[in-house]
C-alpha cells in the first residue's frame, strides 16, 4: 500500500519562505507523475505544480509561477515544493499527489474527494499558513 506523508508546513509572515516535503513509502518506479495541490476555505482544490518522470516540471499555478520550485528526488521516493514570497493568499492546506498513468494536469477542476478516488496516491495534508 502507497502512503504519501507531508511536512514542512507551519506559519509564516508575508515575504518568507517554506519548503514541503512528500515521502512515499510503496511507491514503485511506475509512479511517473508527482505533484502538489492546495486547498484554501472556501476555494476550489488548486493544482499547484506538477513533475514527471524526467524530473521535469511541467506544471506551475500562475499564481505560484516565480515563486515556487517543485523539484525530485527519485532515489529517496521525496518530492519537494520549496516556497518563496509567500503572500496570505498561499494560505491553504497542501496535498501531494502521485499517479501512475495520468498527468496531473488532466486532475485540475476535481474537487479532495474526487482527487483522493481517482489518483493512484494522495496525502493527508499539510497547513501553510501565511499572515500579513
Known amino acids: 500500500e502507497v502512503q504519501l506523508v507531508e511536512s514542512g508546513g507551519g506559519s509564516v509572515q508575508a515575504g518568507g519562505s517554506l519548503r514541503l516535503s512528500c515521502t512515499g513509502s510503496g511507491l514503485t518506479s511506475d509512479y511517473s507523475d508527482m505533484g502538489w495541490f492546495r486547498q484554501a476555505p472556501g476555494n476550489q482544490c488548486e493544482l499547484v505544480s506538477a513533475?514527471?518522470?524526467?524530473?521535469?516540471?511541467?506544471y506551475y499555478a500562475d499564481s505560484v509561477k516565480g515563486r515556487f520550485t517543485i523539484s525530485r528526488d527519485k532515489a529517496k521516493n521525496t518530492w519537494y515544493l520549496q516556497m518563496n514570497s509567500l503572500k496570505p493568499v498561499d494560505t491553504a492546506v497542501y496535498y501531494c499527489?502521485?499517479?501512475?498513468?495520468?498527468?496531473?494536469?488532466?486532475?485540475?477542476?476535481?474537487?479532495?474527494?474526487?482527487?483522493?478516488?481517482?489518483?493512484?496516491?494522495w496525502g493527508l495534508g499539510t497547513l501553510v499558513s501565511v499572515s500579513s
Open positions: 499527489a502521485a499517479d501512475r498513468t495520468a498527468p496531473l494536469t488532466a486532475m485540475v477542476g476535481l474537487g479532495v474527494p474526487q482527487l483522493k478516488d481517482t489518483l493512484d496516491a
Open positions: 513533475i514527471g518522470s524526467d524530473n521535469t516540471p511541467y
